[in-house]
């Protein structure tokens, strides 16, 4: 009995070790989706929350939200549609300080929808979660500004 309490102590305390240093929850289970199968909220005006950067109100233009998008030298290394219909993309980055990347977004876009954001980053991980609330068209000569 005693070796198998020395086991699982030792598996306890590596499964903790393992984690230290990421954010990004453990890869869950999904269907792999292309990208243009990833959602794009409805073009307008919507109200931003987020936990990190306040509230704002932003003109979208309906593209793929910034956080869901490749990016120069941060390559998607994965990108699912879950069970419960969240998307989660993940990337992994080449060079810099950032070493990976880790979104996932649910809800309906053409309504309301949250964004949740982990990035992997040598001077500090960088977390946020996001609501989203669509409020409208945007005003007349207001140009769409895709991020927050």
């Known amino acids: 009995m005693r070796v198998s309490r020395t086991?699982?102590?030792?598996?306890?305390?590596g499964a903790a070790l393992a984690s230290c240093g990421s954010r990004i929850p453990p890869q869950e289970p999904g269907t792999?989706?292309?990208?243009?199968a990833l959602p794009h909220p409805k073009g307008g005006l919507?109200?931003?929350?987020?936990q990190a950067g306040g509230r704002k109100r932003l003109c979208l233009s309906g593209r793929?939200?910034?956080p869901?998008?490749?990016?120069?030298?941060?390559p998607i290394s994965r990108q699912i549609r879950t069970a419960s219909g969240a998307y989660v993309v993940e990337a992994?980055?080449?060079?810099?300080?950032?070493?990976?990347?880790?979104a996932k977004t649910t809800g309906?876009?053409?309504?309301?929808?949250g964004v949740d954001v982990i990035i992997d980053d040598s001077r500090g991980d960088i977390s946020d979660h996001a609501e989203y609330r669509y409020l409208?068209?945007?005003a007349p000569g207001q140009h769409p500004d895709d991020l927050p």
């Open 7 to 13: 086991i699982l102590v030792a598996a306890g305390v």
């Open 32 to 36: 792999p989706v292309v990208a243009t």
């Open 46 to 50: 919507w109200q931003w929350d987020s």
């Open 64 to 66: 793929l939200l910034t």
């Open 68 to 74: 869901l998008a490749a990016s120069p030298g941060c």
């Open 92 to 102: 992994k980055c080449d060079t810099g300080p950032v070493s990976r990347t880790w």
């Open 108 to 113: 309906d876009y053409d309504h309301a929808f």
């Open 136 to 138: 409208g068209p945007c």
